[in-house]
């Protein structure tokens, strides 16, 4: 017997097709219609339902490229299960080029919404129940707001054997743990029983190479560990992720024009000099130390600070780490072949 048609909006996605289908949200102040489209991949042979969903934020375009080329993998050819995909969550500010809704308000803080709500909470209202909570997991893109870049790192709930298993197969440089917040996909997926891997790589409004081919990698490991995809072509992380259980923001001690030695990626010692920061005369330098050991998972890009702002996003780091963690997945990636044979380097 044939696979039942998935159903989504007003469309049948038969088994063995994909299909692109727009889910109505709102529209312009000109009457542009704006819709929360999402790409259906309703495989011949049952197996999990997975979404992955990008541009949550709409400056964090990572996301969307690494779905770009997930939707290019010669894997979802045969394809157990369902994948949904939604390459652009928040239109509203992917078009603006903004992290937030036209209301500045945040979308990650608009779960579970409401069909009656604010534009955000209607927009989180229908991307929960239409996808996410269809599903029987699910991986969310994101990377730093602008003017800071984050080393590829997956975020989990503490104590959530379902993510942390997920996030071993990911095979992202870094594992962090991460409390839920309030308001948030993760958090409410998570309430009702949906688990969600967040991967965080990357700078907004750019591009990163290292951090878009982690991300695709690593969606496709999750859905082979599933059992949705095949093996051939997809190799398993050689080193294991560094666990991280705590982090903190080394923020600047005063204002200035910022000197960073270090960079994410690097594992530093206590006391160790990370940046300096100096007054545009260079009269005055004061330098910014490391607290305790770590390895550095974020940090600023943007050369002129104020006092106070967050500098590095050291993460403390387990007894046994192994120093050439990210030397050593970062020399598999270049080995392995590009997911997107087109893509130029």
Known sequence: MAR???????????????????????????????????????????????????AVHGDEVIGVEIVRRLLRAPQLDTLRGTLLVVPVVNSFGFLARSRYLPDRRD???????????????????????????????GIDLHSAAE????????RVTPGDDTTARMARAFGAPVILTSSLRDGSLRGEAAAR??????????????FDEFAVRVGVAGILRVMRD?????????????????????????????????RTFRAEGDIVEAG???????????????????????????????????????????????PK??????????AQLDADPLFDEDEII
């Open 226 to 258: 599933h059992d949705m995809v095949a093996t051939k072509g997809i190799a398993k992380a050689r080193t294991p992720s560094l666990v991280c259980r705590s982090s903190t923001w080394l923020r600047a001690p005063v204002g200035g024009l910022l």
């Open 4 to 54: 039942p048609a998935f159903l989504l909006g007003d469309m049948e996605i038969a088994a063995g097709t994909r299909a692109s289908v727009p889910l109505p949200v709102s529209a312009l102040p000109d009457h542009t219609p704006i819709n929360l489209r999402v790409e259906v991949i309703h495989g011949k042979r049952p197996g999990p339902t997975m979404f992955v969903s990008a």
């Open 107 to 137: 979308l990650n803080r608009c779960f579970p919404g409401s069909s009656k709500g604010s534009l955000g909470s209607r927009l989180a209202h229908i991307f929960l129940q239409d996808v996410v909570l269809r599903c029987d997991f």
């Open 193 to 206: 029983g949906t688990p969600v891997l967040l991967y965080e790589a990357g700078e907004g409004l750019r």
């Open 272 to 318: 160790e000099v990370l940046a300096a920061i100096s007054d545009p005369s260079g009269e005055a330098e004061t330098e910014l130390t490391a607290p305790e050991a770590g390895i550095l998972i974020g940090r600023a890009v943007l050369p002129v600070v104020n006092e106070g702002d967050a500098v590095f996003h050291l993460a403390e780091l387990s």
């Open 147 to 154: 003017h800071r870049t984050n080393l590829p790192q997956i």
């Open 321 to 330: 780490a192994d120093e050439d963690t990210v030397d050593a997945l970062s």
